[in-house]
């Protein structure tokens, strides 16, 4: 038996934009056990909710994190919408579908890029941020920000994209796909980057059960699960198959996301397609009195919103649970008997947004 | 010294950002904005780091963390707060766990406003983080000298 020694991993690593901490029990290059410590961004940002009224609070959980911050304001606008009895206009679900499935692009294409950073594939990390700013740039023509939108509202949405926007767009995302294909046949194909990711990191599917897994990390370990289904916004007029895989390691964690990048594509175009002209949001008046429950899928996997409103403007309680915090005890699974040179590769396979877990 | 008067490398921690900065300063040295073409590296060691970037603000848990990396850099260093959290502490200065802007725990040289912070201000702000780089090297240079 060899010896044992504790490693610190982070909280300030090359590999990680941002700060987590784990300490990493080794035997040689095996790793036995990982023990995270978060909390080097907490910021408390629900407490808030007692200084800043319900309706500027959707600028706030905007704020939860920057990469996925238009579900998080669509997701605190549908939970005060609940308690409201708020009717949203068609028009308006479909815009947010839309900018939700373009945050899911963007959002996936950047993790595609910081995989291929994690195993040291410089080139495809650029290939892959390249694609992404095409998005970025829709998002920009469209809402007026480049990562922080601000477009929701309790009600609806601040901003409309005309329909000569839309058709515009498809036909640029129609020219992405095939780059994106390129790009992405990369990942799926290479021989080198295969043998970094194949059998890699296994989650089984009991094992992603049991530890409470959510999104991607869990369709990757073959269960169905996608909260879109529950047909919030417009989700309920597209149609889609969850995408999975069976493969249960890190490759196909990759395999999921690829699909859902063509996916989102898909579900663009269904919504341009279907999208009605109605008004793009109703006056609210009122204040907010009772509580609700509200699950949106998240690149990352599932987001859970609770709002407990008292009739006042200012909020009882605001809660989230964001889907890095329910993956973290499955990250913890994949690095026991993992080597030390995946741990890397692994903390980035569940796409950690850790400003998402901490608030 | 001239290559890094033209080419500083840079180091990049969240402190307590929303990660809306963050990946902006990436896109930094990605294609479209590239800053990586004139040499400027996005590094992941503090001790080959001329010029830190840090992006939220500070609270308890990484106050220690920040000014360690501070101080493990080696002189002349500039830091650049990016993103009106690292300033001031932004919307969420008001919020129990956060103290203030990166100021509050070590010197601050140039900031960056925006939430989130473009790649273009940001860019703008390491151009003149290498100007204040240069004066700081001379001034250095001539301490020694003087020694």
Known sequence: MGKRSIVPYGPQHPVLPEPIHLDLVLEDEKVLAAIPSIGFIHRGLESLTSKKDFNEMV?????????????HGMGYCMAVEDIMNVEVPRRADYLRTIWAEM????????????????????????????????????????????VIFSVNTIGGVLKDMPNDMLKEFVKKLDEMEK????????????????????????????????????????????????????????????????????????????????????????????CVAKIPDTEINTKVTGMPNGESIIRVEQPRGEAFYHVRANGTKFLDRFRVRTPTFANI??????????????????VLTIDPCISCTER | ???IHKSPWLLHYDG??????????????????????????????????????????????????VKQIYEQMPQPKVVIAVGTCACTGG?????????????????????VPGCAA???????????????????????????NAN
């Open chain 1, 59 to 71: 600028y706030v959980a905007e704020r939860i994190c920057g990469i996925c911050s238009f579900m």
């Open chain 1, 103 to 146: 945050s899911r692009l963007h959002s996936h294409l950047l993790w595609l890029g910081l995989l291929a950073d994690g195993f040291g594939f410089e080139s495809l990390f650029m290939h892959s941020w390249r694609l992404r700013e095409n998005i970025l740039d829709m998002f920009e023509a469209s809402t007026g920000g480049r």
């Open chain 1, 179 to 270: 780059e994106i294909r390129e790009t992405t046949s990369i990942f799926l194909n290479d021989y080198t980057v295969k043998s970094r990711l194949v059998d890699v990191g296994i989650l089984t599917g009991e094992d992603a059960i049991r530890r409470g897994a959510v999104g991607p990390m869990m369709r990757a370990s073959g269960i169905n699960v996608d909260m879109r289904k529950n047909g919030y916004a417009a989700y309920n007029d597209i149609d889609f198959d969850v995408i999975t895989s069976n493969n249960c390691d890190s490759y196909a964690r990759c395999e999921v996301r690829i699909g859902e990048i063509f996916q989102s594509i898909d579900i663009i175009r269904q």
């Open chain 1, 329 to 346: 005890p499955a990250l913890t699974q994949t690095l026991q008997g993992c080597q030390y040179g995946d741990v890397p590769l692994l």
């Open chain 2, 1 to 3: 010294m001239s290559t």
């Open chain 2, 16 to 65: 307590s950002s929303c990660n809306g900065c963050d990946i902006e300063v990436l896109a930094c040295t990605t294609p479209v904005y590239d800053v990586e073409r004139f040499g400027v590296i996005n590094t992941g060691n503090p001790m080959h780091a001329d010029i830190f970037l840090i992006t939220g603000g500070i609270n308890s848990q990484n106050e220690a963390v």
């Open chain 2, 91 to 111: 919307i969420f200065k008001e919020c129990y766990n956060i103290k203030g802007g990166a100021d509050t725990v070590i010197p601050v040289d140039i900031y």
């Open chain 2, 118 to 144: 473009r790649p273009e201000s940001i860019i703008d702000g390491v151009v003149k983080g290498i100007a204040l780089f240069k004066e700081k090297a001379a001034a250095l240079k001539a301490s020694e």
